[in-house]
């Protein structure tokens, strides 16, 4: 699962993926569209529920924030 977020000169995104050990983990970064400026953060969770609720509660959020979410990428 990959979501993006943006406004003017900010996004930010959320990734839930199995790593290379099977664990669940969900990785968000965020920076300025402007510029090299960027962090992460990697979350181990217990379960796609966990996840989903995460992206749930970072979804009002942004939202609020003026951010939009972009169209996701399938191949």
Same mark, same amino acid.
């Given at each position: 699962m990959l979501l993006r977020w943006q406004n003017d000169d900010q996004?930010?995104?959320i990734r839930v993926y199995h790593d290379l050990m099977g664990d669940l983990i969900l990785t968000q970064s965020w920076g300025d569209c402007s510029s090299d400026d960027s962090e992460f953060t990697h979350t181990l969770?217990?379960?796609? !529920? !966990?996840a989903e609720? %995460?992206?749930?509660?970072? =979804?009002? %959020?942004?939202? =609020?924030r003026g951010f939009y979410e972009l169209p996701s990428e399938t191949s």
């Open positions: 996004y930010f995104t969770l217990s379960s796609f !529920e !966990e609720t %995460i992206v749930a509660k970072w =979804r009002l %959020i942004l939202l =609020r």
